[in-house]
């Protein structure tokens, strides 16, 4: 089982630059031991059941809620049975194509 999720945390009502508590955020999935990666937009982590993904959204949701009065995210989940290391498989996939003919 593979469940990729990828999400954004924005905290609001702290002004225009949010990057320090974005980063709370990252530091909760990168300690979580999960695959992950991040970039301009989203945070991608992979784990093997719903619940132990959701709950590291949950703590990165929780790590920038102490620091600001309201908090939005966006996410995006790929459930899928009988896959593992879909991460990295996705985007192998495609760099193979786009080497091609």
Known sequence: ?????AFSVTPLGVGEGV???VAEAV?????SGLANKTDAMFT???GDSWDE???VVHDA????AARAPRVS??????????VTDAMTRKTESVE???SGP
């Open 53 to 55: 993904v959701m709950t």
């Open 96 to 98: 193979r194509y786009l």
């Open 44 to 46: 991608v982590i992979e």
């Open 27 to 31: 530091r909760v999935v990168r300690r």
């Open 61 to 64: 949701v929780e790590a920038v």
């Open 73 to 82: 995210v966006v996410i995006k989940v790929d459930w899928r049975a009988g």
């Open 19 to 21: 990057g320090e508590l």
């Open 1 to 5: 089982m593979s469940v990729l999720v």
